[in-house]
C-alpha cells in the first residue's frame, strides 16, 4: 500500500512540474502567434497562415493533455480560421482584415487564459488550504459588464478561487437570469449600452427575495456623487475600476460571508436547512408576478408525512427530528435547482415547481415517495426508520389568488390522506387525479444499459439521466454488456469503445443481428477521434457516436432523440 501512496505521489509530482513547464511553453507559443499575426498585418503572406496554422495545431494537441482545455478550444478556433492555410489549393479569404481582427481576439483570450493557467500552477503549487475555499464553493455569482474581456478575466479567476459564476453583457439577460437562479452576490458595472446598470437597481428593489442579494456597483468613474447615489439605491459595495483583484475577491467573500450568516437566520428553517414559511411566502409573490408575464406552467405540492406523531410517540421527538432532517435532504438530492423547497410547519413541507406542469410534478414526487418507503432516513438503536407521505399537487391556472393556489394542493394533500394516505393527488378542475400507493404514473419508462469501465463516467452518466423516465443498468466491461443484452430487452446501449474482456468494437460486431433485430439503439462514447474509427463505430451498427470529453447537456440531448424523448 505504501508502495502505491509513493508511486502515486511521485506520478502527482512529476504531473506538477510537467504543467508548470508546459504551460511555460504555452507563453512562447502565444509569443509566436503574435509575431505571425503582426506581420501578416503588415503583409499578408500564406506562408505565414501557414505558421499559425502549425503553431495552434500544435497547441490543439498538447494544452488538453496537460489539464488546459479551454486553451485548446480556443486554439482550435486559429484551426478554423486558417484552415485554408494547411490545403495544398487553399483559397486565401476574401477579408483579410476580418481574420486579422478575428485573430486577435482569439489572441487575447489566449493571453488570458495562459494567466489563468500560470495561476492555476501558482495554487498547487502553494497547496493552498484556506476558508475560504469551502465557502467559496458554496457562493453563486452573477457578473454584468459589457466589457468581454474584463468579463471574460474575472469569470475565469473568481471560479478559480472556487465560486460558481454566470455572466451577462446587459441589463435584459441579467434580469432573465435572475428570474431563472438564485444568487448569493450581484456584481454589477455602471456603464453599459445600450441600458446603464442603474436600470436593474428598481428591477431588485421591487422583488421581495432579490432586494436581499448583496450587490457589488463596479464602475470606472471615481466620483462621490455617483458613489452616494448607488449606496443610497441598495448597493453594498462600491469598486472604482481599475482595481486589484485580490481587492474585489475579498470584498466579495465577505458580503458572502455576511449574507450566508443572514439568510440562516432570516430565511433558513433551523432544524433542516430547508427554506421557512416567511421565506416561501415572498418568494410566492414574486414568482405570481412572473408567471403572469409568460406562459410556462408552474405546479405546487404540499407533502405530509404520514403518522408523524405515532413516530414520535414510537421513538421520541429527538427521532422525529431526524426524520424531517433526513426527508428535507432527500428531497433537495431529488430537486432541481430551480425548485423551491420549504418548511411550512411542523411535519409540512412544501414544493414550488418551475416550468413545470401539475401531472409532471406529481410525476416527481411519486419518484421520491418510492424512495422513502425502502430508504431509511435515520437509524435509531440500529433499526432504520421507513416512512411515507401524502402528497397534493396544484398547477397555477390564470385568475387563481395565492390564497386559492395554495388551498387547492393542501386539499389535495387532504384528499391523499383520505384515500389511506402513502400516494400523490393532483387537484384538477374536475375531482383530483390519484396516482395511489404501489401504482406508479402512466409514463412509458425505458430501459437504458450504460457498459463503461470508468466508474466516474457512468456515475456521471446516471446523475444527468435520472430525470429521464428511464430505468439505467450499468456494467464495466463487454462480457457482462453481453449477458445482460442477452437476457433483457433493453431500448438504449451506451456503449464504451475499450474495455475490458471484450471491447465495444467487438461488442457491436459480434450481436449486430441481434441488437438491430431488438430494435436496441446504440450510442458509442469514446476516447477515439480519429476519423476511421467512427466510421467503424456507425458501420458496425452505433446509432450515433461521441467523443471523451463530451458535453453532458449535448449527451441529453442525443439521448431524448434516441429514445424519442423530445420535447
Not at 413545470?356 to 418510492?370: D, G, N, P, S, W
Amino acid at each position: 500500500m505504501s508502495d502505491h501512496r509513493e508511486k502515486r505521489e511521485k506520478n502527482q509530482k512529476l504531473l506538477r512540474k510537467t504543467r508548470k513547464l508546459y504551460v511555460q511553453d504555452l507563453g512562447k507559443q502565444i509569443e509566436e502567434l503574435e509575431l505571425c499575426l503582426r506581420e501578416l498585418n503588415q503583409e499578408f503572406d500564406p506562408e505565414l497562415a501557414s505558421q499559425v496554422y502549425r503553431i495552434a495545431h500544435k497547441m490543439k494537441g498538447s494544452a488538453p493533455i496537460f489539464g488546459f482545455e479551454r486553451a485548446g478550444r480556443i486554439a482550435e478556433t486559429f484551426l478554423v480560421l486558417y484552415g485554408w492555410a494547411n490545403e495544398e489549393d487553399g483559397i486565401v479569404p476574401a477579408s483579410r482584415e476580418t481574420l486579422i481582427h478575428q485573430s486577435r481576439e482569439h489572441l487575447l483570450q489566449l493571453k488570458m487564459e495562459q494567466e489563468v493557467c500560470a495561476k492555476e500552477i501558482e495554487v498547487d503549487e502553494l497547496d493552498l488550504q484556506t476558508v475560504q475555499a469551502p465557502l467559496a464553493m458554496q457562493g453563486r455569482l452573477l457578473l454584468i459588464d459589457d466589457d468581454d474581456l474584463l468579463r471574460s478575466y474575472l469569470v475565469k479567476q473568481l471560479e478559480l478561487a472556487g465560486y460558481r459564476i454566470d455572466d451577462a453583457s446587459d441589463v435584459e439577460t441579467a434580469k432573465a437570469k435572475l428570474r431563472e437562479s438564485a444568487y448569493d452576490v450581484i456584481l454589477l458595472d455602471l456603464m453599459m449600452y445600450p441600458q446603464s446598470g442603474y436600470e436593474l437597481f428598481d428591477f431588485l428593489k421591487e422583488d421581495p427575495t432579490l432586494k436581499w442579494i448583496p450587490l457589488v456597483v463596479l464602475s470606472g468613474r471615481d466620483d462621490l456623487d455617483d458613489k452616494v447615489r448607488c449606496l443610497r439605491l441598495g448597493a453594498d459595495d462600491y469598486v472604482t475600476k481599475p482595481f486589484e483583484y485580490e481587492e474585489l475577491e475579498a470584498r466579495i467573500f465577505s458580503l458572502l460571508k455576511r449574507s450566508k450568516q443572514f439568510e440562516q437566520m432570516a430565511f433558513r428553517d433551523a432544524l433542516t436547512g430547508v427554506y421557512n414559511r416567511r421565506y416561501f411566502d415572498h418568494h410566492l409573490q414574486m414568482v405570481l408576478q412572473w408567471v403572469q408575464q409568460d406562459d410556462k406552467p408552474i405546479s405546487l405540492a404540499f407533502l405530509d408525512i404520514d403518522r408523524f406523531k405515532s413516530i414520535n410517540d414510537t421513538y421520541g421527538h429527538q427521532v422525529g427530528d431526524m426524520v424531517l432532517q433526513g426527508l428535507g435532504h432527500l428531497l433537495q438530492q431529488n430537486l432541481r435547482t430551480t425548485d423551491l423547497l420549504a418548511r411550512y410547519g411542523g411535519e409540512e413541507l412544501v414544493i414550488l415547481f418551475q416550468d413545470t406542469t401539475a401531472e409532471q410534478a406529481a410525476i416527481v414526487m411519486h419518484r421520491i415517495l418510492e424512495k422513502v418507503r425502502v430508504q431509511p432516513l435515520v437509524r435509531a438503536e440500529g433499526q432504520g426508520t421507513c416512512i411515507t407521505f401524502s402528497a397534493g399537487v396544484a398547477q397555477w391556472q390564470p385568475g387563481l389568488t395565492e390564497k386559492r393556489w395554495i388551498a387547492m394542493a393542501d386539499d389535495a394533500m387532504y384528499r391523499a390522506k383520505q384515500a389511506g394516505r402513502d400516494r400523490v393527488v393532483v387537484a384538477g378542475a374536475e375531482g383530483a387525479l390519484e396516482l395511489p400507493s404501489g401504482e406508479g404514473p402512466a409514463v412509458p419508462r425505458r430501459r437504458i444499459l450504460i457498459a463503461d469501465d470508468d466508474v466516474i463516467i457512468t456515475s456521471i452518466l446516471q446523475s444527468k439521466l435520472r430525470d429521464l423516465p428511464v430505468d439505467i443498468e450499468v456494467v464495466n466491461d463487454g462480457e457482462a454488456a453481453r449477458e445482460h443484452l442477452q437476457r433483457g430487452l433493453f431500448d438504449l446501449l451506451i456503449l464504451d469503445g475499450v474495455m475490458p474482456k471484450l471491447d465495444g468494437f467487438s461488442l457491436l460486431e459480434s450481436m449486430r443481428p441481434e441488437l438491430q433485430q431488438q430494435g436496441v439503439k446504440v450510442l458509442m462514447l469514446s476516447a477515439q477521434k480519429r476519423e476511421e474509427d467512427i466510421v467503424r463505430g456507425l458501420t458496425l451498427g452505433a446509432d450515433d457516436y461521441m467523443s471523451k470529453p463530451f458535453s453532458l447537456l449535448e449527451l441529453e440531448i442525443r439521448v431524448k432523440r434516441l429514445l424519442n424523448l423530445e420535447d
